[in-house]
């Protein structure tokens, strides 16, 4: 649904940035009283600057730039292909869990890995073959 309204004609005329800014600040409007809400049942997380540094670094990294180049590959490949890519995301997070928090890999991860290529090949193969027949068809 959110790559469908991304490619919406009304929107097309809006900045990404601009466009990104505005769904990050109804996000935050919209969780903010879950958070309210969650601190009356449990203690709130250390406010000290590696735990600010580290809010700034998901912030920055896995919002604003994630969602700044995915916004950007819907724009030029459309969102059918761009939503491939969603299904990387264990793979990417395996990657970083193994490489910074020293996760060990194992056959699960594995075998994840493999189902996740496979379902990828053969998704952008039906493509390639539809738009080969496409071409053909000019």
Known sequence: LYSVILKSRRLADIPTIVLFSAIAMAGTVILFPFYILENGYRASFEFSTETWLSIGFIASVSSVLAFGFYQKGVELVGAS?????????????????????????????????????????????????????TMENL
């Open 81 to 133: 292909t761009t939503s491939l890519y969603l299904y990387l995301l264990p793979v990417y997070a395996t990657v970083i869990a193994i490489s910074w928090l020293g996760e060990t890999l194992s056959y699960v991860h594995i075998i994840g890995f493999v189902l996740i290529a496979g379902g990828l090949y053969y998704s952008t193969r039906s493509m390639r073959a539809h738009t080969q027949k």
